[in-house]
Nanobody, 124 residues
Framework: VQLVESGGGSVQAGGSLRLSCAAS????????MAWFRQAPGKEREAVAA????????YVADSVKGRFAISEDNAKNTLYLQMHSLKPDDSAMYYC???????????????????WGPGTQVTVS
């Protein structure tokens, strides 16, 4: 089972990036999938999540209206589209697979069992 993120980079404030997370080694679309981020000295926080088999998504208040999560089940790939990026969005971004089809009201690190190595996003 493997998750591999890509698409990070350095952008100016106001710019956009699309992160991708390629999943392999298991049957995709049976688990909640989420994006987390962690900035230096800060706790890892959930950014967005998609609840398997539904149209339900979670988006953190700090990125609502700017970030969107989506999936391409045919490609076993999770995406995070990010617009209007701010310096506060700078962090390592991680893709994660949940233990269940639901991520809960607010995705908690404890219910995610597989993590990617992360991709760095720097906004200046």
């Amino acid at each position: 089972v493997q998750l591999v993120e890509s698409g990070g980079g350095s952008v100016q404030a106001g710019g956009s990036l699309r992160l991708s997370c390629a999943a392999s080694g298991y049957t995709y679309n049976r688990n909640c999938m989420a994006w987390f981020r962690q900035a230096p000295g800060k706790e890892r926080e959930a950014v967005a999540a998609h609840y398997t088999g539904t149209a339900t998504t979670y988006v953190a208040d700090s990125v609502k209206g700017r970030f969107a999560i989506s999936e391409d089940n045919a490609k076993n790939t999770l995406y995070l589209q990010m617009h209007s990026l701010k310096p506060d969005d700078s962090a390592m971004y991680y893709c994660a697979r949940g233990l269940y089809s639901s991520c809960g009201a607010t995705p908690s690190i404890s219910i995610f069992d597989v993590w990617g190595p992360g991709t760095q996003v720097t906004v200046s």
